[in-house]
């Protein structure tokens, strides 16, 4: 059985969702929409001929052409997007952030309440391999009780995309939002709590403060140091600089328990690196009992590193995502809930950095 996919948004993003679902087996993309002409060629030629293609999303849903929609649009747009997508029967990935509020957040997951068709937060950075075998660690025991986390990405600024979208914490919800929200994730997945306090000391020193558009002045943060205190006592901390190219390891994740601590260490995209060589990751245990330090190199697979920014992750999700609709059983591995505690997470630590205080999480729920 052939599953039907229709793309809704065809930028950077839905291009990179599209050259994934080219390399699964069982798959045809049959439509996409999306308003800029030149994203929608783009995206058209890398679906194929079969692949009718519209202006407007809406167009697509009248259609009935898909059994699965993936949602890459601007991150302001999916709000009402999933309210109109959470009408049909049809299974769904939306791309982080679920929405830029978490107002907006609530509203689409009162809508989905005891929807059949499955709804998937695109979360990647749980599924790229030295994160995947870092959790494989954890679960097995290997640092024994997770009770720290830390991360640390230092990247290249926000890439240029259409209309500078990203440049606006109004269309994106903010870098703590918009970039950050994997990071949350993460730190929920690992400690197996929720953030019930943040604090941030964030600003923008140094990307984009010559630019303009339309007469407005970008006005997202480019660093911030984070603290989260979580309900089960445990604690995590982000440390964010986007204006770092060049950095070996562009995010590295380190779990402290009591027994070992384990660092994945990821390096950016190849088309990013000064040599334009994609490294490989690095999963590190430092063993307290033995005083011991293991390091596994983890390569990735070529045609799967090649086909997105997130060493291979957008693969391994839509692998996933396509065996839940294909058995139709089971639940999303990232699912509303957690879609929607990444954006209170982000739009507490927005807050924080704001205000100088300490945001108690308790008002956002």
């Known amino acids: 059985m052939v599953i039907r996919y229709g793309l809704i948004g065809s930028g950077m993003m839905g291009q990179e969702h599209l050259r994934n679902l080219a390399l699964l087996d069982g798959v045809e993309v049959t439509a996409l929409a999306d308003p800029n002409a030149e994203m929608r060629a783009q995206a058209a030629a890398l679906a194929g001929p079969q692949a009718q293609v519209f202006a407007d999303y809406r167009q697509l849903l009248a259609a009935d052409l898909c059994d699965a929609l993936v949602v890459a ?77 830390a991360i640390r990405e230092h990247r290249f600024p926000f890439l240029d995309k259409v209309a500078a979208w990203n440049r606006f914490n109004e269309r994106t919800g903010g870098t703590l939002v918009e970039k950050c929200c994997h990071f949350w994730d993460l730190m929920r997945l690992i400690l197996k709590s929720n953030p019930r306090r943040v604090y941030a000391s964030a600003g923008q020193d140094i990307n984009h403060k010559g630019e303009a558009y339309d007469g407005q002045k970008p006005d997202i943060l480019d660093n911030a140091f984070v603290t989260l205190d979580f309900e089960n006592g445990t604690r995590a901390m982000l440390d964010l600089c986007m204006f770092a190219e060049g950095s070996r390891w562009q995010e590295v994740v380190s779990v402290t328990g009591n027994l070992a601590r384990i660092d994945a260490k990821v390096p950016g995209p190849a088309r990013f690196a000064n040599n334009g060589h994609q490294h490989a990751a690095e999963l590190e245990i430092s063993d307290r009992a033995s005083k011991t330090v293991s390091l596994e190199s983890i390569e990735g697979d070529p045609k799967i590193l090649a086909a997105g920014d997130h060493f291979g992750a957008t693969f391994y999700q839509h692998q996933r995502f396509l065996r839940l609709i294909q058995t139709g059983q089971g639940r999303p591995e990232v699912d509303l809930e957690d879609g929607f505690w990444s954006v209170i997470a982000g739009q507490a630590a927005e807050e924080s950095a704001r205000t100088g205080r300490v945001i108690d999480l308790e008002g956002y729920r």
């Open 73 to 149: 649009s601007p991150n302001d747009a999916h709000h009402a997007m999933m309210l109109d997508l959470l009408d049909t029967p049809h299974a769904i990935l939306c791309e982080k952030p679920l929405c830029t509020t978490v107002d907006a957040c609530r509203q689409v997951i009162a809508k989905a309440e005891n929807r059949a068709a499955p709804v998937w937060v695109a979360m990647e950075y749980r599924y790229m391999d030295p994160i995947q075998r870092l959790l494989e660690e954890v679960e097995a025991g290997r640092a024994g009780q997770p009770r720290m986390v």
